[in-house]
């Protein structure tokens, strides 16, 4: 393949196709410019005959064409299904990036350099997956490439739609690409959001399935081990047994009356990742502390005290997110996260807190959850600003 | 959605096998124009499932596309990289469905966004 020098640009068409004829080499110009009268053509809308009305009804009885992402049903006991989403991610992870998604979007813009390298270091002419996009910080990073973006929230897929990027909302433990297809794919602080082994296990062998042979791939998560310590005491740590039973709908101890832990956790929107953090730190205090510890331990207790678990053993944790108050009242989904007791009020901060669930890695267990593929070998793992990352590679189709 | 999107999306349903490719059901198509580049092509012409592609753009009101699988001798034609390189990635569909070629199950296109999730009872 030749060397090319970001001519290959898919951003709004007259903008991006503008600038790309500006700073085309002239060496280049034969093969790669295709510079007609800029504004006239750009944009031509064809309807196509549709053969079908918008509601026929299918074999499959589907009949609405509306966004039709369910809300799960009364169902008793857990899904056999690795890919049923449990209640626990659906609630605190799922709802939260939906409520938060423009303002967690306007926090997140620096380009970690580990990524950027692995994307930069592709072969021009790549088609890269990013499953898990987010607001699509990595889409395009590398000019001379393609990315495709999925991600679970509608919300921040639509921040990434009018940006311009190629998107869709899939399930990153389900992608629904054919085998072998992309060039390379990356998992930038996903597998983190879920909650059991066999589902981050799952998401990995997508990632190895959905890219060819000798394809690579790249996952980043947040590690136990952060570089911040006092950020870990700002988030609530969750009781293995509360996390590995939470498969059923409804959770009476999340409606609980405004628990006095959470109200007194500082803010942060830290994420280990060297973020620019817009609310200032509070230094954690022996007093902060004692709080977490719950004065009544009920049977369904969701956080742990000190003693009952060593804090670096513990890997289960509600991270707080600060949705400032008029943000909240623009995204609307807050009023009823606020009802349902899925976000609470801190009058002082002016924000409404929301819990994002998270299952932080320990050293050396993303690439165990890879030791027993029999298409993909590691062929790089580090630690970097409090994630563990792992590159693989896949050797067979 | 491009047609370079459309011919790699499967429908993952649970039983499902043969998921593509994904029948297009067009209710509002856009054209957008983007860089060529002949590299990117070159690479996708290997990849691309031909017929799925050829469909697909039919049904987004292009017919420039050749039936027949071309030889691979084709990306060396600048005609015929441009008509691939307009229906890959410059044909949009903005508004429809994809339907399972199995099931018939629909899954949404809107705002150019295909929603490719699973209800509760597809996985």
């Known amino acids: 393949m030749l060397q090319s020098h970001g001519f290959f640009v898919l951003l709004n068409a007259s903008r991006c196709f503008y600038k790309f004829c500006k700073t085309c080499p002239r060496s280049f110009v034969n093969i790669c410019c295709v510079c007609p009268p800029l504004i006239s053509r750009t944009m031509r809308e064809v309807k196509a005959k549709s053969a079908f009305g918008l509601c026929t009804a299918a074999a499959g009885g589907e009949s609405n064409i509306q966004d039709s992402v369910s809300v799960s049903k009364d169902r008793s006991c857990s899904s056999s299904s690795v890919i049923s989403t449990p209640e626990l991610e659906k609630k605190y992870v799922h709802r939260v990036y939906d409520a938060i998604a423009p303002h967690f979007s306007s926090t997140r813009f620096a380009k970690w350099p580990k990524v950027a390298t692995f994307l930069n270091s592709l072969p021009s002419g790549s088609l890269v997956l990013d499953a898990g996009c987010g607001n699509g910080k990595y889409l395009g990073l590398n000019p001379n490439c393609f990315f495709l973006g999925c991600d679970i929230s509608p919300s921040l897929i639509k921040i990434c739609a009018d940006r311009g990027h190629e998107v869709l909302v899939a399930d990153a433990v389900n992608l629904p690409y054919r085998t072998g297809y992309g060039d390379a794919a990356i998992s930038i602080a996903v597998l983190h959001h879920l909650s059991t082994e066999k589902r981050r296990k799952k998401a990995i062998e997508e990632l190895v399935r959905v890219v060819k042979k000798g394809g690579l791939v790249l996952i980043t998560v947040w590690a136990v081990e952060q570089e911040d310590k006092s950020l870990v005491t700002k988030w609530t740590p969750l009781s293995e047994k509360y996390v590995e039973e939470w498969i059923g709908p409804g959770s009476p101890h999340i409606r609980s009356p405004s628990s006095p832990t959470l109200e007194s956790i500082p803010e942060t929107e830290e994420n280990g990742m060297g973020e620019c953090v817009k609310e200032s730190k509070e230094k954690s205090t022996d007093k902060l502390w004692e709080s977490l510890c719950l004065p009544s331990q009920s049977e369904d207790n969701l956080a742990v005290s000190k003693d009952e678990k060593a804090i670096n053993n513990q890997q289960e944790y509600f991270v707080p997110w600060h949705l400032p108050y008029h943000r909240a009242e623009v995204s609307g989904a807050s009023a009823s996260a606020l009802a349902n007791g899925l976000a609470k009020k801190d009058d002082k901060k002016g924000a409404v807190v929301y819990n994002r669930y998270y299952h932080v890695f320990s050293a050396g267990e993303l690439e165990r959850l890879t030791s027993d593929m029999n298409n993909a070998v590691v062929v790089d793992r580090f630690y970097d600003k409090s994630n563990w990352c792992i590159i693989l590679e896949k050797t067979s189709a | ?123």
């Open chain 2, 1 to 123: 959605m491009r047609l370079l999107t459309h011919n790699m999306l499967s429908s993952n349903i649970r039983g499902v096998t043969n998921g593509i490719p994904l029948r297009i059901e067009a209710e509002k198509v856009i054209e957008k124009q983007v860089g060529f580049n002949p590299d990117f092509l070159k690479n996708m012409f290997s990849k691309i499932e031909w017929k799925a592609l050829v469909d697909a753009s039919r049904s987004l009101g292009y017919s420039e596309l050749p039936e027949e699988a071309p030889e691979s001798s084709s990306v060396e034609s600048e005609e015929f990289l441009r008509k691939f390189h307009h229906a890959l990635l410059e044909l949009h569909l903005d508004e429809g469905a994809l339907v399972c070629p199995e099931t018939g199950r629909k899954f949404p296109v809107n705002k150019g966004i295909p929603n490719m999730l699973l209800h509760e009872d597809e996985v």
